[in-house]
């Protein structure tokens, strides 16, 4: 599932923001764990939406094996009315009485009868609620109709009917669907009858049966959708959506097509169900589900049009439908024995993602990408707050904690490092070894890196478990190299300066090397301190590749070899990755400020438009987080456009037949020259490209187009706000709409402000979008202060807007603050009104605040210090 990363409508249409779910870890909760007494074989479902009134009738059959003698069993249920719940015992119908635990989400069926060990059949009449919390069975809309459609993971398929709804309880289903005779219906499998009835305005849709699957994978959908179809390895492949927008579903049946041929070719291990439905819906909480055979998607995640889209548009359709066909296998066909092991799942998707889109768009560079986002990754890790990879997970508060950054971005992390250190084809030969012992079944973490153990005969397991059992970030502080070797000690890494440095954890490290001659020495750290062997002759680089989960320092002349080395010795991964550690060391006042401007204007010419944003990031946080002043803001302005402006300009004007490469460049320079640099020359460019694209989409080459629109919305007057206003409520492009919408949130005069926020909790914004509209204000300072003040005083409203886990996005979003006084307010207004399932992200944001004070009072005189010395030598003012 794609629910912890989002990609957000920004100034660089490429890049990525980790919006990250928190939810609540009780001290006090009890587990919520089935009894292993009885086990599901098989369900029989029949179930009938009424799409008015919002509810549906199910019948429903369960075939169980009874493990031992009880006279009783008890399942997951909740939102359920039951009419009667049957057994049949030796040729004798038993009627059940049902009693409800609804704090446990479980119903038990008394027979006031011992029922034996063996074969059981239960027959189930119940009601149920199309609901509109995004979960479960629930309804989605658009302004012609409603939709009946399912969101299951982690915990709600009891919500749709009662089950054993555990990832280790699998069994088989046949899915029939009573719906309107004008209308369709999507299952897992493939129909094998649609008859008229029960009713003359009604039609029955019976699907095939499923394999052994998991409750949570189930999916069911009801409504009108049209689909565009493909086909790949025999398999038919389909793309539905609202018949309004059936046509923009082409490109991502190209990408499932290709993907799903390579990933049939990597696994070794053909697609194991009978046809691929990817299905886009209006209303949809995460970005993407991987239900078995059905996947489902937000719009803006599926649906696409090629002509006009941006780079990062088709990468983030091509990733997130190859993340999806992942889980298929990984996941679905083999799926983690419990919720614990959930990175198993999500962090081999994320790492798995990347392989059939950089097979598909080798000018895409993905790989540098991957690299920015591991760089994400280890900042988010290194925090005060954070979390091992495995931790307790047994009531769905507790599962839901899991869908995190860690899950996803740091066990996909850990598997590109492991990965690199044993191989390619090592490493795949150890995936399928895994896949075929466990195929339909469950397993465990233990029972993947072992698989790998195996197969490379070198220490995964240990590397594994010193990075799943251990919170954190390891730093590795190299001396300088002698002769073949170096020393190395190792250290629990925060990016707060106050975290003094932790020597309790050690892990097993794969360190990659290189010199200058390129050559690559892989060796395993996995003492405190250590020596390794080293490559021989020129600078040397501790990250070969960038793929190592770790940060790197160095003594200050093998930093500066490697600095004068940047552009001709390093790759752009490798880059990137140097840029992250040094603005590491700058956060956790190891570096001063300078230090990292210096290495940011040494990569000013560099051709990769990641590399370009990495550096730039970080001074954006420079301004927003540590400049204390206009003056000093000004002074980073002018340094922007000083460094950064000849490369924009030898660049050209956009045109549709430069490269992937230059037009995401071209957008991330003019990107950040129009805001951070507020070069007059851009801005105005911006306005009238903006003008021209909203006008055409089809006018403009569409990376540059986007970026253009999002300059012009923070300059924007009202007639810009109202032409994005009317944009996002009449397009039926979900792309153009979405970026029209997040850039509402990011006009910075406080009166449209203020119209952004009204229109925000207005009822005109589908809950799924909402809070992130208030987080994009939040994590502005310009705009932060008027969000918070306007959040508070309306909460009424504000909550009403919030689903259940889109609470912790607002509540994430206040961390961006930067004083004692605004921490303290935070934390004492969610105190009082409590925010469902964000307990762990108010946490992480209060401790954001206190990272940042930290932050602008280490380095804001060294700043200010730095500014005035550059002027005088005439660097970059």
């Known amino acids: 599932m794609q629910q912890a990363i989002r990609r957000i409508a920004g100034f660089v249409c490429c890049a990525t923001a980790c919006l990250v779910l928190g939810t609540v870890f009780s001290p006090n909760a009890s587990a919520q764990r089935l009894p292993d007494t009885v086990r599901p074989e098989h369900y029989g479902l029949i179930l009938t939406p009424d799409l008015k009134s919002a509810t549906f009738t199910g019948t429903e059959t369960i075939d169980v094996q009874i493990q031992k003698p009880v006279d009783s069993i008890t399942l997951n249920a909740i939102e359920i009315k039951f009419q009667s719940v049957k057994a049949n015992l030796n040729g004798k119908t038993l009627e059940a009485s049902v009693t409800e635990d609804t704090d446990k989400q479980q119903a038990t069926f008394h027979f006031n009868h011992q029922l034996p060990t063996g074969k059981l059949t239960l027959a189930i009449e119940y009601t149920g609620i199309l609901n509109n919390e995004l979960r479960g069975f629930y309804l989605s809309k658009t302004e012609k109709r409603n939709y009946a459609v399912t969101q299951f993971e982690s915990t709600d398929a009891r919500r749709a009917f009662p089950s054993f709804d555990e990832p280790a309880f699998k069994a088989t289903y046949d899915v029939t669907l009573v719906v309107d005779k004008g209308d369709t219906a999507i299952s897992n499998t493939n129909v094998v009858s649609d008859t008229a009835g029960p009713s003359a305005d009604k039609h029955t849709i019976k699907f095939a049966t499923t394999p052994k699957m998991s409750t949570y994978l189930v999916a069911f959908l009801v409504g009108d959708f049209q689909c565009t179809s493909g086909e790949s390895d025999g398999v038919p492949i389909r793309a539905c959506a609202t018949p309004d927008k059936v046509e923009l579903g082409k490109y991502s049946v190209k990408a499932a097509e290709f993907v799903l041929h390579y990933y049939d070719t990597y696994f070794g291990i053909k697609y194991p169900m009978p046809k691929l439905d990817m299905i886009a819906i209006p209303d949809f909480e995460a970005g993407a589900m991987e239900n078995f055979g059905a996947i489902t998607y937000r719009e803006t995640d599926l649906l696409i049009d090629e002509k006009t889209a941006s780079v990062g548009a088709k990468k983030n359709v091509a990733e997130v439908v190859a993340h999806e066909m992942a889980h298929q296998w990984f996941g679905d066909m083999v799926t983690m024995q419990w919720w614990d092991n959930i990175w198993l799942n999500e962090g081999f998707a994320t790492w798995m993602e990347n392989k059939p889109v950089a097979a598909w768009h080798l000018e895409w560079n993905i790989p540098q990408d991957v690299a920015a986002g591991l760089d994400n990754t280890l900042n988010y890790d290194a925090q005060r707050v954070t979390r091992t990879i495995r931790a307790k997970a047994d009531t769905p508060d507790q599962i839901n ?120 020495n892989c060796e395993m750290l996995s003492a405190s301190q250590q020596s390794l062997k080293t490559p021989k002759s020129g600078f040397f680089f501790a990250n070969a590749e960038g793929k190592g989960y770790y940060r790197s320092t160095y003594p200050a002349d093998v930093y500066a070899k490697i600095v004068d080395n940047v552009e001709s010795g390093l790759t752009p991964e490798e880059r990137i990755g140097l840029l992250g550690d040094v603005w590491a060391q700058v956060r956790a006042d190891k570096m001063p400020v300078g230090d990292y401007l210096n290495l940011a204007a040494a990569v000013k010419d560099d051709s990769s438009g990641a590399v370009v944003r990495t550096a730039l990031s970080a001074v954006e946080t420079i301004n927003a987080r540590v400049a204390d002043s206009d003056e000093e803001r000004d002074a980073l302005a002018a340094w922007v456009r000083k460094n950064f402006k000849p490369a924009y300009e030898r660049l050209g004007e956009a045109s549709d037949s430069d490269t992937p490469e230059k037009k995401e460049l071209r957008a991330t320079l003019f990107a950040y020259l129009g805001t951070l640099g507020k070069d007059p020359d851009v801005i105005a460019q911006a306005k009238q490209i903006a003008e021209k694209y909203l006008a055409d989409p089809s006018s403009v080459e569409g990376t540059f187009a986007q970026t253009a629109t999002g300059i012009a919305a923070v300059n924007g007057d009202p007639a810009f706000f109202d032409q994005l206003q009317q944009t996002f409520e009449t397009s039926a492009n979900p792309q153009l709409q979405e970026t029209a919408l997040r850039l509402l949130a990011e006009f910075k005069d406080q009166s449209l402000e203020h119209r952004a926020l009204d229109f925000t909790v207005s009822g005109k914004v589908r809950n799924q979008d909402a809070a992130i509209e208030l987080l994009i204000m939040l994590r502005a300072r310009e705009t932060r202060d008027q969000a918070w003040q306007y959040i508070q005083q309306n909460w009424d409203k504000v909550q009403a807007q919030l689903t259940t886990a889109m609470g912790g996005y607002l509540v994430s979003g206040t961390g961006n603050f930067c004083s004692a006084e605004a921490r303290d307010q935070v934390v004492s207004f969610f105190d009082t009104h409590k925010v469902p399932a964000s307990e762990h992200a108010l946490a992480r944001a209060k401790n954001q605040i206190n990272d940042c004070i930290e932050l602008r009072a280490a380095q804001q005189p060294k700043l200010r210090e730095w500014i005035p010395a550059q002027k005088s030598l005439g660097g970059g003012f």
């Open 401 to 520: 904690e899991m869908f995190d950054g860690i899950s996803y971005g740091k066990a996909g992390a850990v598997l590109l490092m492991v990965e690199n250190y044993l191989g390619e084809e090592t490493f795949r030969r150890g995936v399928h070894n895994y896949l075929a012992a466990h195929m339909y079944g469950n397993a465990t973490a233990e029972d993947f890196w072992n698989a790998q153990t195996a197969e490379s005969h070198k220490p995964v397991d240990k590397i594994m478990e010193s990075f799943v059992a251990q919170p954190g970030v390891p730093v590795l502080n190299f001396s300088a190299p002698q002769a073949d070797s170096v020393a190395v000690n190792q250290q629990r890494f925060f990016l707060s300066p106050s975290m003094k440095a932790d020597q309790a954890h050690s892990w097993t490290v794969p360190v990659c090397m290189k010199s200058s001659g390129g050559k690559e």
